[in-house]
């Protein structure tokens, strides 16, 4: 009886430790697919950005900003702007936003349109 329990806390801990490692490969694959930030000027969408990267924003011939992409996080390097609030925000990530209120800039993770699952009720 004695070594029974013994077994069984062996497979506990293999089967805690296998569903540990099954959550963790699924939720890191998920953060990481399909990144993209779309910015917008006066609300129309000037670059989307998709490759990790340091990318320098005009509008025609005038200096807006400097924006740096990681593949997970975006954040304003340099700006024109007067107050620099677009650079003091700092690094967002997926569902964050930096807006340049001087500069009529939004800087936005855009959302994937293909998830792969689809589900339908009758």
Known sequence: MNN???VL???DILLITALTFIFLVFYLRGA?????VEVLVEGKTIMQIKAPGSYELRNGDKYLMKIVFDGYKVH???????????EKTGSVKSGGTIICVPNRVLIKFKKSTNAGVDVMTW
């Open 9 to 11: 806390r062996k497979l």
């Open 76 to 86: 304003v390097e340099d700006s024109n702007c007067p107050l620099k609030i677009c």
């Open 32 to 36: 990481s697919v399909n990144q993209s």
């Open 4 to 6: 029974q329990n013994r």
